[in-house]
């Protein structure tokens, strides 16, 4: 639905139209007006005429951007389809000015129709309204389930039903979670005890059996994390979320801890902020390992002090003792792996699957359009080190053809089979058996690991293909609303041209053959707009210090 569709549908049905002021009256009010049968027949003659004086004035007049009106733009002379159905909702509201029309029962379907549309959208969106007054705003939720890969999203909203947990989205239910499969609740608070609401700084963690995402689609064993906006401790909505809480415990028999710390303005809050990051594995494969990619190693890692020359004294000890527990524990990490380093060669992955491709275009996307929060996956260093690199075909093992057929009940995560079939492509074909032999059996440990890790470039490429989607939308919206000058429409151009083209798209981020570490020539503030050039500029430099640190190739 465009943003003109939008704002014909939201007009007032009912507002009071006094003869004496249709001249106040915008186009659509007064085509709205001439149809509605609650007036007199006076006032919705005249609002007729004053619609096609009005239209007829301003075709003649020379009009800039800023003063279009794109209901007078539309021509009156349309095909009438042989069911009022399937026309347009201007189409709809501007059928009793067309010349071809001559049937009275014909015009009073098509009011019939609009009414309808209309009164269907004011309901969606009041109960899109009362929806908003009945849920707590989010900062970020992260979600893990059985088979599935670690995945988070931002500004979405938690509504606390009678029976159930939802995190939504205007239009969209993202997760529900009932109250009969939760099995722990634990919330972690911070108070400002100087707040005038005594401010409350909520992370809520779920544990349940089953959830189910958009689409009603069940996951099983489901990790889900909420991180809440601040909010006011007496806010009627997060003393439902507690109440709800504690009563499904009682009738589940399910845990519920709640930590709460207060503190004083200016303090530091004890509850450390969420996400806790995770250890990152810094360390890149040895170098003596045939084949390893020495030319990844990260110099900007590398302390410039040496540690020969580094003396401990007794009070440093302890610290000592803890850096070697810390060492053993990333040295475990690091051979975990490690193992999934045989499946990669030494050239870098294709930038349809490269995660430094898909972030850069990812980045781009979101300066053009801030407003509209777009997950992407993270990627840890040593998970953006090796998904870099290609797959090197001879190191995999072949998968027998004749894979047995597992519980069809036991589901397997779709963008880990997509990843598995990338991993495989020109190497072997698999079938759905070999694939689930793979992903939900202990026989290929190692290569099960790499298919989850290589999953979140199938995500991530997901993430970039909506992000294009949102924007082009957004563009064309403002574009067929008039509400933008010539730049806009050429920014349209060059966002669908990305999208529909892999060659197109290499040009902007990569050069000689490698992806950019600078905003290239390509984009710039005529072409983008200064403020998106700027967001990205910023982006691009975090992106590229990031890769730094990683190892990462490309």
Same mark, same amino acid.
């Given at each position: ?23 106040? /009256?915008? $186009? ?32 003649? =007049? ?9 209901? /007078? ?10 069911? $009022? ?12 000015? *067309?010349?071809?029309?001559? =049937? ?23 109960a899109e309204r009362q929806r908003a007054l009945r849920s707590l705003r989010v900062e970020r939720s992260d979600l893990l389930y059985a088979g599935g890969v670690p995945s988070f999203a931002r500004g979405l909203s938690l509504e606390v039903e009678d029976h159930a947990l939802v995190l939504w989205r205007p ?7 009932? =109250? ?33 995402l958009a689409g009603d689609l069940p996951v099983h064993n489901v990790d889900l994390k909420v991180q809440l906006e601040r909010v006011g401790a007496s806010n009627p909505c997060f003393e439902k979320l507690r109440s709800s809480g504690l009563r499904w415990s009682a009738v589940g028999a399910f845990p519920v ?14 509850? $450390? $902020? ?45 610290? %000592?003792? %803890? ?13 975990? *792996? ?12 294709? =930038?349809?699957?490269?995660?430094? +491709? ?27 080190? /090796? ?58 440990? +190692? ?63 990569? +050069? ?43």
């Amino acid at each position: 639905m465009s943003a003109l569709d939008k704002a014909l549908l939201r007009e007032d049905l009912s507002a009071p139209v006094p003869i004496a002021s249709l001249a106040s /009256l915008s $186009p659509a009010q007064l085509a709205l007006a001439s149809l509605r049968p609650d007036l007199d027949f006076l006032t919705r003659q005249r609002a007729y005429v004053e619609f096609l004086v009005r239209r007829s004035v301003y075709r003649k =007049s020379t009009q800039g951007d800023s003063d279009k009106q794109p209901l /007078l733009e539309r021509p009156l002379d349309f095909d009438r389809p042989a069911s $009022p159905s399937t026309l347009s909702i201007p189409d709809l509201l501007l059928l009793q000015f *067309n010349p071809s029309c001559t =049937s009275a029962h014909e015009v009073d379907a098509a009011r019939q129709l609009f009414f309808r549309r209309a009164r269907d959208l004011h309901v969606e969106d009041e109960a899109e309204r009362q929806r908003a007054l009945r849920s707590l705003r989010v900062e970020r939720s992260d979600l893990l389930y059985a088979g599935g890969v670690p995945s988070f999203a931002r500004g979405l909203s938690l509504e606390v039903e009678d029976h159930a947990l939802v995190l939504w989205r205007p239009g969209k239910v993202m997760i529900k979670v009932q =109250s009969q499969h939760i099995t722990s609740l634990d919330y972690a608070t911070t108070v400002d005890s100087n707040a005038s609401e005594n401010d409350t700084d909520c992370v809520l963690k779920v544990n349940a059996t089953q959830a189910s995402l958009a689409g009603d689609l069940p996951v099983h064993n489901v990790d889900l994390k909420v991180q809440l906006e601040r909010v006011g401790a007496s806010n009627p909505c997060f003393e439902k979320l507690r109440s709800s809480g504690l009563r499904w415990s009682a009738v589940g028999a399910f845990p519920v801890n709640l930590v709460e710390t207060r503190i004083t303005r200016g303090q530091p809050a004890a509850v $450390p $902020p969420y996400p806790t990051p995770p250890t990152r594995a810094m360390s890149l494969p040895d170098a003596s390992r045939d084949g390893s990619p020495t030319q990844c190693r990260s110099t900007t890692a590398i302390s410039p002090e040496s540690s020969s020359t580094k003396r401990l004294s007794t009070s440093d000890e302890p610290q %000592q003792q %803890q850096n070697k527990r810390f060492r053993t524990a990333e040295s475990v990490e690091r051979e975990k *792996n490690e193992g999934l380093w045989r499946f990669v060669s030494d050239t870098p992955e294709h =930038s349809s699957w490269h995660p430094g +491709h898909l972030v850069r275009q990812h980045a781009l996307l979101r300066a053009i359009m801030p407003s509209e929060p777009r997950a992407f996956p993270d990627f840890r260093l040593d998970e953006l080190a /090796l998904l870099s690199h290609a797959v090197a075909p001879a190191s995999l093992p072949v998968i027998p053809l004749d894979a047995p057929v597992l519980d069809p009940s036991i589901k397997h995560n779709p963008h880990e089979r997509l990843a598995l079939e990338h991993i495989y492509r020109g190497v072997q074909r698999l079938s759905l058996d070999m694939t689930r032999l793979v992903l939900l059996t202990d026989s290929f440990p +190692h290569l099960q690991l790499y298919a989850q890790k290589v999953a979140k470039l199938s995500l991530a490429r997901n993430a970039v293909q909506e992000a294009y989607d949102t924007v082009v939308l957004d563009l064309e919206q403002r574009v067929a609303g008039k509400e933008t000058d010539d730049p806009v429409e050429s920014l349209l151009y060059s966002v669908r041209k990305m999208r529909d083209s892999v060659d197109f798209c290499r040009r902007h981020f990569y +050069h000689d053959g490698a992806l950019v570490r600078t905003v290239p020539p390509s984009l710039t503030a005529f072409s983008i707009g200064k403020g998106p050039l700027q967001r990205f500029e910023a982006a691009l430099r975090d992106i590229v210090s990031y890769e730094e640190v990683a190892g990462a190739i490309g």
